[in-house]
């Protein structure tokens, strides 16, 4: 399975800004966001704008205005991103290609279940999910480094 790059994006800028956050410092501008990891500022914005949609950030407007996190990093989880950036669809669709070809002809009761492949995948993916709804941005901030929430608060001082 390959995601979309704006997920390990959006998720960094996350964590960034729960860091921001502790420190007072947010709202951040969305063009420092993207300075910060040497990101295509116009790219970041579509990302920052899908994380709005979702209710996981949220726009301040005004001179010291910019973006912040909209709830506790501890309520906004890694799957959370995910569904924001790449949307909530199922990463394998069946397409029943066994109903096809030299089973054409056979009655549909025959099919009822899902094949086991369908089955493996789903289980695959509901476990990955299930781990990403796990994983909060306040996890993953704590289990970074203390000196790099402080070095990335420097940053924005």
């Not at 970041?44 to 709830?71: C, D, F, N």
Request: glycine share 8%; proline share 4%.
């Amino acid at each position: 399975m390959r995601m979309n790059e704006g997920v390990e994006w959006a998720a960094h800028v996350c964590v960034l800004l729960h860091w921001l956050d502790e420190g007072g410092l947010t709202p951040a501008p969305a063009a420092r966001l993207a300075e910060s990891y040497d990101l295509p500022a116009a790219y970041l914005g579509k990302q920052l704008q899908a994380l709005a949609r979702a209710g996981i950030t949220e726009s301040v407007a005004g001179r010291r205005g910019g973006v912040r996190l909209a709830r506790p990093a501890s309520r906004i989880t890694l799957m959370d991103v995910v569904a924001a950036i790449d949307g909530p669809s199922d990463a394998f669709a069946c397409t029943e290609i066994r109903q096809q070809g030299m089973n054409a002809e056979r009655p549909r009761r025959e099919f009822s279940k899902p094949c086991g492949i369908a089955h493996a995948m789903r289980g695959a993916e509901l476990a990955w999910r299930r781990e990403l709804a796990a994983t909060s941005i306040a996890d993953l901030a704590d289990e970074t480094g203390e000196r790099v929430a402080d070095r990335a608060r420097a940053h924005f001082r």
